[in-house]
């Protein structure tokens, strides 16, 4: 099972801020799950085309050819604007 | 070291005060507080509200304040960053460095705000009389954190 | 722009409050607090006195505030140094400044420290084990405030 | 007149904190007063000689070859060591 969070300006776009979903088949890495989740069509097309898109694993930001696997907790935003 | 993320406002000189808790080694104490301005590009900014990712907020914020306690020698550090709803004028973030010299506590502070500017997962959403709006990150926050990777930065 | 001398200590959290006035053009507060340790040049400090050349003290403060008003884009300025005995962990000097953004409001921070440490006419002295003794200048200081004069300084 | 004044550990070492001095004949800047105190003997001779000896005139910190002209407020201290 992998926990996908969205945050900020990601979350409006797919109108979700979270969501449990088994490890699809195939999928080893962040661009894997992005090409993935970009076939259930619309606002989630788009997903791995939004310039900037950040990526978190496990709570680290990484970068989108990153490994993850069952029970990671992955987590997709923009660039963050704190401070 | 001490980082904490919450709604409450906080008091600047209770933080600095117990941060100092009159420890006779520190002879310097550098200090930073941001705060929501009424304009931004451009427009009129009536209210902002601060989303983080909880769980992860923390975890950034410690790394960041470890990374500054290996690069310079420092006596004690504390990071306050606010969520949820601000308004102009309202206090958003608290960045405080105590050491026995000014050098290291000025550039760790500076280089804390640069890191936490870039690394930690915090987004602001502005309410201007446009409608509401995500804040867009700067080009010169990528460039005041990339200073700190330089030789002698 | 404030520059105050004064032997009694003062309150940073109340100073910086009235440093921002609720001004919302303010985003960024950068400050310094200088403070006695127990220990210099590898001796116990049981205390110190500071000595200040009345009326010239107050120009140099003036003078060095309103270069760093020329050097950046600045909305406000406090600049507190006390004289006369002082302890270990005692507050000696406050610098804040107030800016629409950080960069501008850490640099000049910095900067009226170094030309502080370098321009204005305090002299410390310190009582040691050893007995009583004038605090050197340090080398360290010269060059910090040397870095002001290089390009992008 | 000149007054001259005297700070921290040079005021130690000449036994004096200021004094008013009507302008020596000759004497037109910092080092020509300067040798002129010299000539008082004793602490005063090394005054000049001390490392670092900074002045100021007019309560703005000057070289020692400065002018200096009736009316003049002279200091002498060595490096400061504020904040």
Not at chain 1, 32 to 50: D, F, K, T, V
Not at chain 2, 105 to 122: E, G, H, N, V
Request: aromatic share 6%.
């Amino acid at each position: 099972m992998l926990t996908i969070l969205y945050f900020a300006s990601v979350r409006e776009r797919v109108g979700r801020a979270a969501e449990e979903l088994a490890l699809p088949v195939g999928v080893a890495d962040v661009a894997g799950l992005l090409r993935h989740l970009g076939q259930r069509g619309g606002a989630w097309e788009g997903l791995a085309r939004i310039a900037n898109l950040r990526c978190a694993v496990n709570q680290q930001m990484v970068a989108l050819d990153s490994p993850i696997g069952d029970g990671d907790e992955v987590a997709f935003f923009p660039p963050v604007t704190g401070g | 070291m001490h980082v904490r993320i919450q709604e409450a406002d906080f008091d600047v000189g209770s933080e600095l005060t117990a941060l100092r808790r009159a420890d006779p080694r520190i002879g310097a104490l550098a200090s930073f507080v941001g705060l929501v301005r009424d304009v931004s590009g451009g427009s009129g900014v009536s209210e902002m509200h601060l989303e983080h990712y909880p769980g992860m907020t923390d975890k950034a914020l410690a790394a960041i304040v470890g990374e500054a306690l290996q690069r310079w020698s420092l006596l004690d550090v504390l990071v306050i960053h606010r969520v949820g709803r601000l308004l102009p004028t309202d206090q958003i973030v608290l960045v405080a460095v105590a050491a026995a010299h000014r050098a290291e506590a000025f550039s760790a502070c500076a280089f804390i705000m640069d890191y936490l500017k870039t690394r930690a997962p915090f987004w602001k959403r502005e309410l201007t009389p446009e409608g509401a709006r995500w804040v867009e990150a700067r080009e010169a926050d990528d460039r005041a954190a990339e200073r700190w990777q330089q030789p002698g930065g």
